[in-house]
């Protein structure tokens, strides 16, 4: 960045990327400062080297806005899968779905799966009615890239996460860490319930030794050496 370019020449680029030209050094600079800008390095390995005149806030918010970008394009790029059966049991794909709807509120794809085997290629309609119910319940965080398809023996589907400002909370992780009041109270409960037949009052008396009535000790003269 200015005073740090070590090049003679540089390819000068302005405003909305406009290409000014080749300038010696010292005139790319004084072109900055005309501008009251800075001149920014930003193809080194070019010849002659690629310099542009912008604010280096501006320029390192630009870059920064980028990184994030591409992060999230690799993040969105990964696919989880997720396996079905024609007669899957109705709780499993409450978890299939939980999974599945986890997965897309992290921003991932979904490639669901469901394979015959045996007879059940003979009842395919089994497996749509399935693969639909399985659409219906995640249709709040994602949306299918295509149709289900039949391909081989399986029906093949991938979901795609929608926008977050369109795209539902994940009620699984609002309601992590929380716990009734009930559950709270309860333990305190049946320690007062227990505590009652451990713990009876007793009442114990104690009684004075009655005073010397006149009667000796047979031991009260005893002499020990």
């Known amino acids: 960045m200015n005073g740090k370019i070590r090049a003679r020449e540089v390819r000068v680029i302005g405003h909305e990327h ?21 001149l920014v390095e930003i193809s080194p390995n070019a010849v002659p ?9 501006k320029y390192r918010y630009e870059l920064s806005k980028k990184e994030k970008e591409t992060r999230k394009h690799q993040h969105a790029s990964t696919v989880k899968e997720v396996q079905l059966s024609p007669r ?11 999974h599945a709807i986890n997965f897309l509120c992290e921003d991932m794809k979904v490639k669901v799966a469901l394979k015959f085997r045996g007879r059940e290629m003979a009842h395919t309609e089994v497996g ?33 996460p929608l926008p977050r400002n369109k795209r539902a909370k994940n009620p ?13 109270t309860a333990p305190e ?10 713990a009876p009052k007793v009442k ?4 004075e030794e009655p005073q010397s009535s006149g009667l000796q000790s047979p031991f009260a003269n005893l002499d020990i050496k």
Not at 143 to 154: C, N, W
Not at 172 to 184: F, V
Not at 189 to 198: D, I, R
Not at 204 to 207: C, D, H, L, P, S
Request: net charge negative; aromatic share 4%.
């Open 18 to 38: 406009k290409q000014l030209g080749v300038f010696p050094l010292n005139d790319a600079l004084a072109l900055a400062r005309q501008h009251g800008v800075d």
């Open 49 to 57: 080297p690629v310099c542009r005149l912008i604010e280096i806030g």
């Open 88 to 98: 899957i049991d109705p709780h499993d794909l409450g978890i299939k779905v939980q």
């Open 128 to 160: 749509f009615e399935v693969i639909k119910k399985f659409i219906a319940e995640i249709e709040p965080f994602g949306h299918p890239d295509f149709q289900p398809k039949l391909v081989g023996r399986a029906i093949n589907l991938m979901l795609s």
């Open 172 to 184: 699984r992780g609002e309601d992590e860490g929380k716990e009734p009041a009930e559950d709270k």
């Open 189 to 198: 409960k049946k320690s007062e319930t227990h505590a009652k037949p451990h």
């Open 204 to 207: 114990i008396a104690v009684t």
